[in-house]
Nanobody, 129 residues
Framework: VQLQAFGGGLVQPGGSLRLSCAVSGFTSLDSYAIGWFRQVPGKEREFVSAISTTGGSTYYTDSVKGRFTISREFAKNSENVNLQMNNLKPTDTAVHYC????????????????????WGQGTLVTVSS
């Protein structure tokens, strides 16, 4: 199983970025949920957003509701999970990670990094003028 996050960069406050997580290696493309987390130096990794196995349920931390949108983009043998980030703020600056879990998720479990079995490398988002 491999997850690769990409799409980070430098953006001004109020701008937008689209992060993607390329997922491969699962035997079934609808057998796992995906979460996005972020971390700044000296702080714990925090939950940002998650999407269920089929995409029917989505979850967001309060600080990004109304600004971020998570979605699943299925291809024949692979998938991208996208995080569209609009109206970015300096407080969104962090290394962003995607992660996958084959466990059933709920609104509580999705927010814990311990729920996730597989992690990609991070992609840095910097929001600054």
């Amino acid at each position: 199983v491999q997850l690769q996050a990409f799409g980070g960069g430098l953006v001004q406050p109020g701008g937008s970025l689209r992060l993607s997580c390329a997922v491969s290696g699962f035997t079934s493309l609808d057998s796992y949920a995906i979460g996005w987390f972020r971390q700044v130096p000296g702080k714990e990794r925090e939950f940002v957003s998650a999407i269920s196995t089929t995409g029917g349920s989505t979850y967001y931390t309060d600080s990004v509701k109304g600004r971020f949108t998570i979605s699943r983009e299925f291809a024949k043998n692979s998938e991208n999970v996208n995080l569209q980030m609009n109206n970015l703020k300096p407080t969104d600056t962090a290394v962003h990670y995607c992660a996958a879990t084959t466990w059933a998720i709920n609104s509580i479990a999705v927010k814990s990094s311990e729920t996730y079995d597989y992690w990609g490398q991070g992609t840095l988002v910097t929001v600054s003028s």
